[in-house]
C-alpha cells in the first residue's frame, strides 16, 4: 500500500486542522492505520491509531481528548482531526500501515509509511 498524507500547516495555538492520508491499493481495509510526529530533536512517536474497521482506536496521552482518528474504507482514507492544538504539537506527522491486527504504537510495527505532512502551531 502506498500512503500519500496531507493537510498540514500553520495554525495559531488553540486552533484546529484535520490531516488526511489517501492509500492506495484495494485491500486498505485489512491495514491497521496510525499517525505518528516527529518534531525536531525528538524520536518520532506514536499519536493515535486505528482498527481495520474503525472500531478501536487509540491515542497518545498527549493528544487524548483533542485529537480525533478516523477512516473511510470506501473512499481508502483515514483522517486525524486535531482540536486545541498546542505548540509542543509542532512537528511533521506521518500516516502509516500495519497488516496485523491489533492497534500498535510501536513504530516498528508499521510497514508502510507516507511521506509526511508538516504541522506548525504558533502562540
Known amino acids: 500500500v502506498q500512503l500519500q498524507a496531507s493537510g498540514g500547516g500553520l495554525v495559531q495555538a488553540g486552533g484546529s486542522l484535520r490531516l488526511s492520508c489517501a492509500a492506495s491499493g484495494r485491500t486498505f481495509n485489512n491495514y491497521v492505520m496510525g499517525w505518528f510526529r516527529q518534531a525536531p530533536g525528538k524520536e518520532r512517536e506514536f499519536v493515535a491509531g486505528i482498527s481495520r474497521s474503525g472500531a478501536n482506536t487509540a491515542y497518545a496521552d498527549s493528544v487524548k481528548g483533542r485529537f480525533t482518528i478516523s477512516r473511510d474504507n470506501a473512499k481508502n482514507m483515514v483522517n486525524l482531526q486535531m482540536d486545541s492544538l498546542k505548540r509542543e504539537d509542532t512537528a511533521v506527522y506521518y500516516c502509516?500501515?500495519?497488516?496485523?491486527?491489533?492497534?500498535?504504537?510501536?513504530?516498528?510495527?508499521?510497514?508502510?509509511w507516507g511521506q509526511g505532512t508538516q504541522v506548525t502551531v504558533s502562540s
Open positions: 502509516a500501515a500495519d497488516n496485523r491486527v491489533v492497534v500498535g504504537r510501536s513504530e516498528t510495527m508499521y510497514g508502510h
